[in-house]
């Protein structure tokens, strides 16, 4: 067995998708940080039904867990966009520079 990254359910080592709460945990095959077994229950904000403490997701209703995991994840995942925004600023400012260049000097 193993546990799900999301829900903290145990899943079969072979499954690729989690059957409680339907997520894909084929990336997660060796967990890179063992976990202490968690027998602790906490509720669902939404569903009001009872899931391990350290579940990311409800696995009953899908709601992502207001966890320290998922606000790291959330803010990594916005940190990635900003940088792609400015990529683009940059590509973009570069090619109207090109483009002044050609014209300025025909
Ligand atoms: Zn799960
Ligand atoms: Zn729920």
Redesign the pocket.
Known sequence: MKTCSYCAEEILNEAIKCKFCKEDVSAFKEPKIKTPKQELMKT?P??R?E?KQGANK?R??G?FQNTKEVNEMIENYQNEVNQENFDGWVFFLIGIGVVFFILTTV
Do not use: A, L, S, T
């Open positions: 669902c939404m569903c039904e899931i409800c009953h209703c709601e």
